[in-house]
């Protein structure tokens, strides 16, 4: 998986800080989940963990919500772990 595009830069209101963890809408859209650098590359973290307990009793099975996670550790590992760049 490669990197899809620059993130979205939006400053945060109020002045300088960090953006906590949470649920985040823009206008109307539907409400979304904002997860810190630091939060998602644990969550990445879990989901190998969980993958390397689970072995061959997930491996190759059409199951959508792991195939989901699993989408989302490479998502997370890609953008985030293989960026450096990303922190800044």
């Known amino acids: 998986m490669r990197r899809s595009r620059a993130p979205l830069q939006i400053p ?11 649920p985040v809408q823009f206008r109307g859209d539907w409400p979304g989940l904002f ?3 630091d ?4 969550v990445a973290m879990c989901i190998r963990q969980l993958e390397k307990q ?10 959508p919500a792991w195939n989901r ?10 953008e985030l ?8």
């Open 39 to 42: 939060h998602a590359v644990s």
């Open 12 to 22: 945060l209101p109020g002045g300088p800080g960090k953006a906590p963890s949470g």
């Open 35 to 37: 997860i810190r650098g």
């Open 54 to 63: 689970l072995g061959s009793a997930i491996k190759g099975a059409d199951v």
């Open 69 to 78: 996670l699993t989408e989302l550790a490479s998502l997370i590992e890609v």
């Open 81 to 88: 772990v293989e960026k450096p760049d990303a922190q800044k």
